[in-house]
């Protein structure tokens, strides 16, 4: 597919604005100690957009965007200090455990996205 094509497509699925609201929201919400899913789903709804596998994929990119930002930001840090290293490790393993454990439990939301 030409990005032409993909562009078109994108401008028909969700606005410019809206792709830019999103991606503020994200932004500001990764780096707080508060749910950036969450808030995305809440202001996806008061905007009006509909549920779409569109929708999805662009949460799950911006999202993608600023966890590589953090890794950006923390990633030397990360490899100098090993205690720090292993703190992140030994909180990431607990949640990755859960996660894959209750994955097949969603809330209603996801389900209407195409989950």
């Given at each position: 597919m030409s990005s032409a094509f993909l562009f078109l497509l994108y401008l028909s699925v969700m606005t410019v604005?809206?792709?830019?609201?999103?991606?503020?929201?994200?932004g500001?919400?990764?780096f707080l100690?508060?749910?950036s899913t969450?808030?995305?789903i809440?202001?996806?709804e008061l905007m009006g957009l509909t549920p779409s596998a569109f929708g999805t994929t662009f949460k799950i990119v911006i999202?993608?965007?600023?966890?590589?930002?953090v890794v950006w930001l923390y990633g030397r840090t990360?490899?100098?200090d090993s205690t720090m290293a292993k703190k992140v490790l030994v909180a990431l393993v607990p949640t990755g455990l859960i996660g894959f454990l209750l994955h097949t439990i969603s809330?209603?939301?996801?389900?209407?996205?195409g989950r």
């Open positions: 604005i809206q792709a830019l609201v999103l991606g503020l929201v994200e500001i919400t990764e100690p508060i749910s969450g808030h995305l809440l202001v996806s999202q993608l965007g600023a966890i590589l930002a990360l490899l100098k809330p209603p939301h996801s389900k209407k996205e």
